[in-house]
């Protein structure tokens, strides 16, 4: 499991079981690995609204591609599938927690992985036509 910020590159080792068919996930391992700064330069630049056109998009993400490999060379990446579960499941359930933080007004971000200055709410509810038919809680 990783994640990107403008910083680097975040990666955490977790260990994934089934339990009374529940998901457990815990964490086992965490290391974060420095963008060189050019990189963090050019993310910042186009982070910041600077018009580029899709050939250059598509050289920064094979760009972060080549660096996630070189993080953790000896690292075998599996899909989830792999090993029993359904990737589209677990990013529904993913979806679910930031949901839950964000109608409970709970922080969920990372302000060390990200760089932000402090937890925040990060989600916003905008409620549809049928929001008077909706019941949040």
Known sequence: MSGTSRDGIDAALV?????HGRLRVW???FRTFSYP??????????????TV?????????FLLGEL????????RVRAV???????KALEAAAFAVLAYATLHG???????????CEPRVIGKVVPGANYRGTRLG
Not at 15 to 19: T, V
Not at 53 to 61: C, F, I, K, L, R
């Open 15 to 19: 260990e994934l079981s089934r339990s």
């Open 27 to 29: 964490q086992r391992g």
């Open 37 to 50: 700064r050019a990189v963090r330069e050019r993310l910042l630049r186009l982070s910041q609204g600077a």
């Open 53 to 61: 056109n899709a050939g250059e998009v598509s050289q920064v993400n």
């Open 68 to 75: 996630f490999a070189r993080a953790l060379p000896d690292v």
């Open 81 to 87: 599938e792999e090993v029993g579960y359904d990737s």
């Open 106 to 116: 709970l922080p969920a971000n990372v302000p060390g992985a990200t760089g932000a």
